[in-house]
């Protein structure tokens, strides 16, 4: 499995400067602040600096500390405590603590060529989605539990 920490850069999209001229006029910013109060989805396509000359494209969800993030292969959900990163084609699962989206804040100028599009402001709902449940999992799954390490 990749790196947890070079798949988890595919988030943080968030905290990059943004190129597309729709999600200019929305703003990053304006992105953040209804992220506290309002579920916010979006398509995203970037490249990160760790992992050139790789194109990450994908979908992101946040909404308040959680976030939801696919592309590269990838999976990642965070409930704003734990972060589970999941790779269904190599069936395996990091388990961490996590930070919320304050994380996300973190790598912010390893993220190039940012892109946003399709951003969808919503009410909150249930945040089942920011959960992955490794339970339901079988026996060929690797699970790596690194919480509290």
């Not at 006029?25 to 600096?49: F, H, K, P």
């Given at each position: 499995m990749k790196s947890p920490l070079a798949i988890a850069l595919m988030l943080f999209c968030l905290a990059a400067p943004v190129t597309d001229n729709a999600a200019q006029?929305?703003?990053?910013?304006?992105?953040?602040?209804?992220?506290?109060?309002?579920?916010?989805?979006?398509?995203?396509?970037?490249?990160?600096?760790e992992l050139s000359p790789v194109r990450i494209r994908g979908r992101l969800v946040v909404q308040g500390d959680c976030y939801y993030a696919e592309g590269y292969g990838m999976r990642i959900?965070?409930?704003?405590?734990?972060r589970w990163t999941v790779d269904p084609d190599n069936r395996e699962v990091y388990v961490e603590d996590a930070r919320g989206i304050a994380e996300v804040l973190l790598y912010r100028d390893s993220v190039t060529n940012l892109k946003l599009?399709?951003?969808?402001y919503s009410e909150p709902s249930d945040p089942a989605v920011f959960r992955f449940d490794v339970s339901a999992l079988d026996s060929t799954w690797v699970i790596t539990d690194l919480r509290g390490l």
């Open positions: 006029e929305a703003g990053i910013d304006e992105i953040l602040t209804r992220a506290e109060t309002q579920r916010v989805t979006m398509n995203y396509a970037c490249s990160i600096s959900y965070c409930n704003g405590g734990t599009s399709d951003i969808e």
